[in-house]
Nanobody, 120 residues
């Protein structure tokens, strides 16, 4: 069982930065791939970034070069550094734990989400 708690969301002007954190409980964090998702009003949830248990990363095209996902296994925490934010990045952001260390399995555990609002 993994419990996830996100923090760090808020209101920021376009061009600004935010860093989201996701604190995980449970012994399986280190062996889990972790993902950040977002869902904007009226839109489907989309995968923004993934980090495998070994630290390999992958990003949606819409955030490449602006967002960075990282993890600190000693703190059981995964981060999403978001730079050069745009109004279209406005969404609820969720972190999730994948049952597969490479991220190819089910995202079985989810946090409650944190709101990110980017004003123009």
């Amino acid at each position: 069982q993994v419990q996830l708690v996100e923090s760090g969301g808020g209101l920021v002007q376009a061009g600004g930065s935010l860093r989201l954190s996701c604190a995980a409980s449970g012994r399986t964090f280190r062996s889990s791939a972790m993902g950040w998702f977002r869902q904007a009003p009226g839109k489907e949830r989309e995968l923004v970034a993934v980090i495998t248990s070994g630290g390999s990363t992958n990003y949606a095209d819409s955030v490449k070069g602006r967002f960075t996902i990282s993890r600190d296994n000693a703190k059981n925490t995964v981060y999403l550094q978001m730079n050069s934010l745009k109004p279209e990045d406005t969404a609820v952001y969720f972190c999730a734990a994948n049952i597969n260390p490479l991220g190819s399995g089910e995202y079985k555990y989810w946090g409650q989400g944190t709101q990110v609002t980017v004003s123009s």
